[in-house]
């Protein structure tokens, strides 16, 4: 008989954290599939129980925050939020915020996309972000918390992010060159990050940060 489990997911209504959700509604072994948001998505399943929230605000999302697996998918950029303190809260003390509550709610896993090149000691502002929230939601104690790294994110997002959607159009005529050791630097697709989510939430994996090219070995790609 097969586990049933229930997943918080924050950020559902991003280019990778849709694509988690419809996978987490097709995926028998989840029986509730939680989103806790700003906006209201557009997403409609049976399965769903959406919540409008204020993820800076845990006092609007404690009760809804009880599942087996939380999944963290929020994000910005520099571009978007050029505030350097508010490009931090997103990116650090958001997903810290929530992983404690959840944590104090009995979840036992968590899984969060960081990024390729996440490191607490970096001299670049967007990787240090990323490592330093890996290190403190690591530090909580977790049964288990698992860190996604992805490369360059492909895929069309419903805002407009020029410089990025440049960079993909010369990161397609770079890839087929990135092979060996630099096949982790290749654009990797959302809904393949968001497989390989949903396969190291139910069966774990062996290491706690997952690289880019790693995540399509485990989509099996």
């Keep these: 008989m097969l586990m049933k489990y229930t997943a918080v997911v924050i950020g559902a209504t991003g280019l990778t954290g849709s694509r988690l959700v419809n996978l987490l509604f097709d995926n028998e072994q989840y029986e ?21 929230v204020d993820l800076f605000d845990p006092a609007t999302y404690t009760d809804f925050l009880k599942a087996d697996h939380l999944f963290i998918c929020t994000g ?36 969060a996309i960081s990024a390729l090149g996440a490191n607490a000691d970096s001299k ?7 490592g330093e929230m890996e290190r403190d939601i690591e530090k909580l104690g977790f049964k288990e918390a698992y860190f996604v790294q ?14 990025e959607s440049a960079w993909k159009k010369i990161q397609k005529l770079i890839d087929p060159l990135l092979i060996g050791f630099l096949k982790k630097y290749r654009t990797i697709e959302p809904e393949t990050i968001a497989q390989s ?25």
Excluded: C, W
């Design 32 to 52: 509730r599939v939680i989103t806790l948001s700003r906006k209201r998505t557009k997403l409609n399943h049976r399965k769903h129980e959406s919540h409008i």
């Design 124 to 130: 670049f502002m967007y990787n240090r972000g990323k």
């Design 197 to 221: 989510m949903i396969y190291v939430a139910i069966n774990g994996y062996e290491k706690s940060r997952i690289e880019s090219d790693e995540l399509n070995v485990i989509a099996g790609l």
């Design 150 to 163: 992805p490369a360059l994110i492909g895929g069309e997002r419903e805002e407009q992010r020029k410089f």
């Design 76 to 111: 910005t950029t520099q571009a978007k939020t050029p505030d350097k303190e508010e490009y931090y809260r997103i990116e650090h003390d958001l997903p810290v915020q929530v992983a404690e509550v959840a944590l104090h709610n009995g979840v036992q896993k968590v899984i």
